[in-house]
């Protein structure tokens, strides 16, 4: 008998843990002058530092410890005065100094903590989630394996490697087990993970890209039957990378687990891949025998010392917390749940509070953005910000709300911004697209469509006040959708006497 997910939660009790690394944005690496940019050809962003060539000696990035310290503050860490850098010792070729600089006894941040809400059975319930280190180190290259079928090292003819990723800087943000979290642990997983890009975006540190690999997270999980007060064996999914994918990687591992110990079977302490097709995880590494990776100080870089002013100074800039500002912004924008996780998974949450800075109702500049600009910017495959400006939605609102456009025009203003003719206003100047309100002008459109349907005018005449909509839409076609359609119908039965 299989047990499935409530039956595995049932009996067993998951505990979590999770280790996120997130590239840092910096314009160089870690430990020399290098470019980061993603995308770029093969291995020309290398160099003698970042190849590992004897006799090349590196340099700490600034930009990076700093930006390390935020990360840290906003985790509610305390920031070590003095801390160093250690050769993490292994082979690999994607990794040419045989080493990986990182940090391991004497992290930059420790002790800190995360607090994530998520909807239970009894409500929003917080739990707390415990911060254990956050250390800097560097990434290693990419390897790409060719010929054979599954893109992997077995079975592939040949292997590339591109050296531009290595030595781009990382941090690496460590949790304590995360006990507690009873069937809940894929939620709390994913709204860590969720909370933690959301916080790193609001730095500015990262562009916490799942997708590119700029953020990737490792789910720890193990079981032990609920109530015997022990921890299980854990297992570790490497590399999930999409916020649905950490969700679905736990519940699978929790299910794994639960079915192998209810057959009998023991729980092997290993790292394992998420499949994304089938949610769930296949095994990799085996870790029964602790791997020694010979950590010793590394001798070519000084430790790492941050004045107290400074690190005060960096305190006074950690922003408002994401989950604080969302519900702030909610509360104020009267905002329903469903639209503003809609707003926040399009990322429109900036653009849509600068567009009400700017005057714009907040109904309508939440509309305006997840409605049509969203669907104009999917159709390009590109990001809504990047078609059109908070002040030109804002512009558009406001000649809306002031009747000088209606939706329908409002459309082939937002459409001219986005195909590059200019600001809303000099679109509008240029395309002539006012709203005809002027009676007399409209008077002439309804009885040229009057004369054109003169029987149609004469049901209504005759009481048929649903007849209009036929005149109507005549009108709205004559002028190009410029007219008021209300003023159109008001117009129009006042004309044939049913006004
Ligand atoms: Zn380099
Ligand atoms: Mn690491």
Known sequence: ???????????????????????????????????????????????????????????????????????????????????????????????????????????????????????????????????????????????????????????????????????????????????????????????????????????????????????????????????????????????????????????????????????????????????????????????????????????DLVPVTPDAKWIEELGTRIPEKPSVRRKRLQTQWNCPDKEMESLVNAELLDVVEETIKLGAEPTRARTWWLGEISRLANEKEVAPTSLITSKDVAEIIALIVGGDLTDKLARQVVEGVISGEGSASSVIEKRGLKVVSDDSALMTAIEAAIAAQPDTAERIRGGNIPAAGALIGAVMKATGGAADAAKVRELLLKHLGRG
């Not at 800087?169 to 709390?188: D, F, S």
């Not at 969720?194 to 720890?220: H, P």
């Open 1 to 299: 008998m299989t047990l499935d997910y409530a039956g595995a939660t049932t009996k067993y009790e998951p505990t979590l843990g999770l280790e996120v690394h997130v590239e840092l944005n910096t314009k160089s690496k870690m430990f020399c002058g290098c470019a980061t940019e993603f995308g770029a050809e093969p291995n020309t962003q290398t160099c003698p530092v970042c190849l590992g060539l004897p006799g090349a000696l590196p340099v700490v990035n600034a930009k990076a410890i700093e930006s390390s310290i935020l990360i840290g503050l906003a985790l509610n860490c305390s920031i070590a005065p003095y801390s160093r850098f250690a050769r993490k010792n292994y082979f690999y070729p994607d990794m040419p100094k045989n080493f990986q600089t990182s940090q391991f006894d004497e992290p930059i941040c420790v002790n800190g903590y995360l607090d994530v809400e998520i909807q239970t059975d009894e409500g929003q319930k917080v739990f707390r989630v415990e911060i254990e280190r956050v250390h800097m180190e560097e990434d290693t290259g990419k390897s790409l394996h060719v010929g054979g079928a599954t893109g992997r090292i077995h079975g592939a003819e040949y292997s590339l490697l591109d050296y531009n990723r290595a030595g781009i800087p990382l941090v690496e943000i460590v949790t304590r087990i995360v006990p507690g979290t009873g069937k809940y642990a894929p939620q709390v997983a994913r709204a860590y993970v969720t909370e933690l890009r959301d916080i790193l975006r609001s730095l500015g540190v990262s562009d916490v890209k799942m997708e590119q690999g700029s953020l990737r997270c490792d789910a720890n999980v193990s079981l032990a039957p609920i109530g015997s007060g022990k921890l299980g064996t854990r297992s570790e999914t490497k590399n999930v990378n999409s916020l649905r994918s950490v969700e679905r990687a736990v519940s699978g591992e929790i299910e794994r687990q639960a079915n192998r110990l209810e057959a009998g079977e023991r729980i092997i302490q290993e790292t394992r891949h998420f499949l994304e097709e089938s949610g769930q995880t296949r095994p990799g590494r085996s870790k029964e025998q602790a791997e020694d990776y010979r950590y010793f100080p590394e001798p």
